[in-house]
């Protein structure tokens, strides 16, 4: 390499990628804090906006214009503050678009845990688990973590929904469940969607009364119900349409083909599968959230990993599945279908 070419490299993004943390911590702090549910109701000024989400006022000033600088506020010519139009409607508490669920689940459980990715690479071992090498053991054993676990999951099932609510030809089914459902964000939006869908979700008996409380709060009990079970052992329930979100990747290659030979048994003749999940770029070049998230899988989990649509579909095919086709469905997630 010449000097020449030296001189037009730069560093800025390997910096950038450095410190990409700080802006992470002050996105979720200002969550943690409800900047934005305080800025949904209105503008505010300095001293206001301080007070009301109780910062003091030495790092007050920093920390609000690092979140406009951020793009996550807006700041008028007499120094009030207001939500960018994404914050308001993505960051507001009381939306019901509202993600922050997922992202208080990731400061709480992702942020901490990653401090141990070396030890991760080096031994090749899961660094968040407990209870006797069961990650959801865990994250059940403690209510506190059960709820911020199933809301981040809410919120994130929230984004992919109205992508799965409209490009699955829902007209030619009558029934779904969703297996792994946590709350039941997805079914709950597809029932909205959907006026002649019934069905529900199957997920572990500790998530029941979470799930009943979520149906129930979108006027749905009547439609969806809460099927309890554990999926490595029981059988999967039947329904027309059956959906596994972000749960394959949770677990090893021989559990994943078990998982899906299930729910090629549960469904009846033409049924459908649909899997969805943040997928790796079948080149494994360009999807750093999917790698990421599969390196997320190596420290959460005893054997979890993250796969391609190409991964995917010859294990569906091996299932017994037909007729698939892999979607984007949002920026970041995939799905692929197949029917049997
Ligand atoms: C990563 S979450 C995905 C939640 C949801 N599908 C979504 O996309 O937001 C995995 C889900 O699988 C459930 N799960 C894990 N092990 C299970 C088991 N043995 N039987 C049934 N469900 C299980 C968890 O409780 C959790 O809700």
């Known amino acids: 390499m010449t000097a020449m070419?030296?001189?037009?490299?730069?560093?800025?993004?390997?910096?950038?990628?450095?410190?990409?943390?700080?802006?992470s911590k002050a996105l979720f702090s200002a969550g943690e804090l409800g900047v934005?549910?305080?800025?949904?109701?209105?503008?505010?000024?300095?001293?206001?906006?301080?007070?009301?989400?109780?910062?003091?006022?030495?790092?007050?000033?920093?920390?609000?214009?690092?979140?406009?600088a951020l793009r996550l506020l807006e700041r008028d010519g007499a120094g009030r503050y207001r939500n960018t139009p994404e914050a308001d409607l993505y960051l507001d508490r009381d939306k019901q678009t509202y993600i922050g669920g997922e992202l208080d689940h990731f400061n709480k459980r992702g942020y901490p845990h990653w401090h141990s990715l070396t030890a991760a690479l080096k031994t090749g071992k899961p660094q968040s688990v407990a209870s006797a090498g069961n990650y959801f053991l865990d994250v059940y054993s403690d209510q506190s973590v059960l709820e911020t676990y199933t809301e981040?999951?809410?919120?994130?099932?929230?984004?992919?929904?109205?992508?799965?609510?409209?490009?699955?030809?829902?007209?030619?089914?009558?029934?779904?469940?969703?297996?792994?459902?946590?709350?039941?964000?997805?079914?709950?939006?597809?029932?909205r969607a959907h006026a002649h869908i019934t069905g529900g979700g199957f997920d572990?008996?500790?998530?029941?009364?979470?799930?009943?409380?979520?149906?129930?709060?979108?006027?749905?009990?009547?439609?969806?119900?809460?099927?309890?079970?554990d999926f490595l052992r029981d059988p999967l329930p039947g329904a027309e349409v059956l959906i596994i979100g972000r749960v394959l990747h949770n677990w090893d290659l021989a559990t994943k083909l078990m998982l899906l030979r299930k729910a090629h048994d549960a469904l009846p003749s033409a049924g459908a599968l649909i899997v969805y999940e943040r997928m790796i770029d079948d080149g494994r070049q360009i999807s750093a959230a999917g790698l990421l998230a599969s390196l997320n899988m190596l420290i959460m989990t005893d054997g979890g990993f993250d796969y391609t649509p190409a991964d995917l579909m010859g294990w569906m095919r091996d299932a017994g599945f037909r007729n698939l086709r892999s979607e984007r469905v949002t920026n970041e997630l995939s799905m692929v279908v197949g029917t049997k």
């Not at 439609?223 to 309890?228: G, I």
Request: proline share 6%; hydrophobic share 40%.
């Open 5 to 23: 070419s030296n001189a037009t490299l730069t560093a800025d993004h390997i910096v950038q990628l450095g410190k990409a943390f700080r802006a």
């Open 36 to 68: 934005f549910s305080a800025l949904a109701k209105g503008p505010r000024d300095l001293e206001e906006l301080r007070i009301e989400v109780g910062v003091s006022e030495r790092g007050a000033r920093d920390f609000f214009d690092s979140l406009v």
């Open 152 to 191: 981040g999951m809410t919120a994130g099932a929230r984004l992919v929904a109205p992508a799965i609510a409209t490009k699955f030809p829902w007209h030619q089914h009558r029934t779904v469940v969703d297996i792994g459902t946590s709350q039941g964000g997805l079914p709950v939006e597809i029932a």
């Open 204 to 229: 572990l008996p500790p998530v029941r009364p979470r799930f009943e409380r979520y149906v129930e709060r979108h006027g749905l009990s009547e439609r969806l119900r809460f099927h309890a079970g």
